[in-house]
């Protein structure tokens, strides 16, 4: 494994260099990361690195609490910034971001990464099926496609049957969105009789959920849209940090902006190629927002392979494993063998410990048969019984935000 448990190699006059120069742009001015990392000289390579404390969400979102209304996590004067950005807040108070004109450029270039991977050029009309509400990420598509010089059609507050006009009248050739609100539009279009898989739209982005990376989800889309598809992740905290591969094995962590950890969520230590364990990540070029060695939550399992490769994407979070008489489940294993039953639509996967071990309840839109064919499958393939509920179609709302299809009322607990 590369320089002492790294997963992306510090090489003098690369990454190592810019990793001492963010210090160096952040130590002593930004509050938080002083009292964080204290006096810290340049890193002389991974083992410096390694020195370095782990860095969680619930840290920084102590400081936003503790320091209303953007917290201490700042290198620059407030005055400096012009772009804010939040999370949802689904399950508490919103992670709250700034960012300055330069490293808003920063996240644009890490968007070209992607966008270039799907053959994005000038020539090409990009559309954005999402509502441009406060979440960063395909603000920052957005930015990084403009940036590129290629044409870019919004569509926030427009209804699906107003885009799918939108994407057709356009010509638009490249579609961003979330891989289930494709699946819906895609839906809509054949309610509507709408060319959709012979339109000009000839390649997918997708983000804010790991479908594009789901076999069985991937195919899905291909043979609804027509359309190349290419995943990508990324976090408000940490920037635009997976490039999808070619063939929709997994993705590709940006090298060149990020450096990477995977490691075991029970010793902390790093796992060996092809094992699942924790990503972990440092950015290059967001110095007036730091995070370095930012516990993302994020199960990964990397191979290097032109790169450091995450077979099947992100596989789940740390908070979402299940284990079931022993086995331990990820909602993307689910997802796969669902999306793989013809005729399936949305779901909704219920966690509950009412006694010792982990239940699962799985909602399918869809008839009684339906629902028997994939508690099989579940069973055949996986080894674990889970019990169905068949719900009337329409029952789960369909948007063009994340869909939420894993509740885990273990929390509750």
């Not at 340049?42 to 840290?59: I, M, N, V």
């Not at 968007?111 to 994005?120: F, H, I, S, T």
């Not at 730091?290 to 992100?314: A, C, K, M, N, S």
């Not at 299940?322 to 779901?347: C, D, H, K, M, Q």
């Amino acid at each position: 494994m590369h320089d002492a448990g790294l997963m992306t190699p510090l090489d003098p006059g690369g990454r190592l260099d810019r990793l001492n120069a963010l210090l160096a742009e952040i130590l002593p001015a930004n509050p938080f990361q002083v009292r964080k990392l204290g006096a810290r000289r340049p890193c002389g390579g991974a083992g410096d690195f390694l020195d370095l404390p782990l860095l969680t969400k619930q840290e920084l979102m102590a400081d936003l609490e503790a320091t209303p209304p953007f917290g201490t996590n700042l290198t620059y004067p407030l005055e400096k910034y012009t772009r804010f950005h939040q999370t949802s807040g689904t399950t508490g108070m919103p992670m709250r971001v700034l960012d300055t004109p330069e490293t808003w450029d920063w996240w644009g270039r890490c968007w070209g990464a992607v966008l270039r991977k799907a053959g994005v050029t000038s020539a090409d009309r990009l559309f954005f099926a999402f509502s441009f509400a406060p979440a960063i990420g395909f603000w920052s598509a957005f930015h990084g496609a403009t940036m590129m010089g290629a044409l870019c059609i919004p569509s926030g507050g427009a209804s699906t049957r107003q885009r799918l006009k939108m994407i057709l009248d356009s010509g638009a050739t490249v579609l961003l969105c979330t891989p289930s609100y494709a699946l819906h539009l895609a839906e809509e279009a054949r309610k509507e009789k709408l060319p959709i898989p012979s339109s000009s739209v000839r390649a997918l982005i997708h983000a804010g959920e790991a479908g594009a990376s789901i076999p069985a989800t991937r195919r899905r889309l291909e043979e609804a849209w027509g359309a190349r598809i290419l995943d990508h992740a990324g976090a408000t905290e940490v920037g635009a940090w997976g490039v999808g591969s070619a063939d929709g094995r997994g993705l590709h962590v940006n090298e060149e902006e990020f450096i990477a950890e995977v490691l075991d969520t029970g010793s902390g230590k790093p796992v060996a190629p092809g094992q699942i364990g924790e990503l972990v990540l440092t950015g290059l070029g967001r110095g007036a927002w730091p995070v370095l060695r930012y516990r993302t939550g994020d199960l990964v399992r990397p191979v290097r392979e032109d790169g450091l490769l995450l077979e099947g994407g992100i596989l789940g979070r740390v908070d979402d494993m299940i284990t079931i008489r022993g086995l331990n489940v990820y909602p993307s294993a689910l997802e796969e063998i669902i999306r793989s039953v013809p005729g399936t639509a949305e779901f909704q996967i219920v966690a509950s410990r009412p006694g010792e071990m982990d239940e699962l309840i799985l909602y399918l839109e869809g008839n009684a048969a339906l629902g028997e064919e994939v508690r099989r499958r579940i069973d055949e393939r996986l080894g674990i019984r889970v019990q169905v509920t068949a719900v009337a179609p329409g029952e789960f709302a369909r948007g063009d935000g994340k869909a939420k299809r894993f509740v885990d009322q273990r929390r509750a607990r």
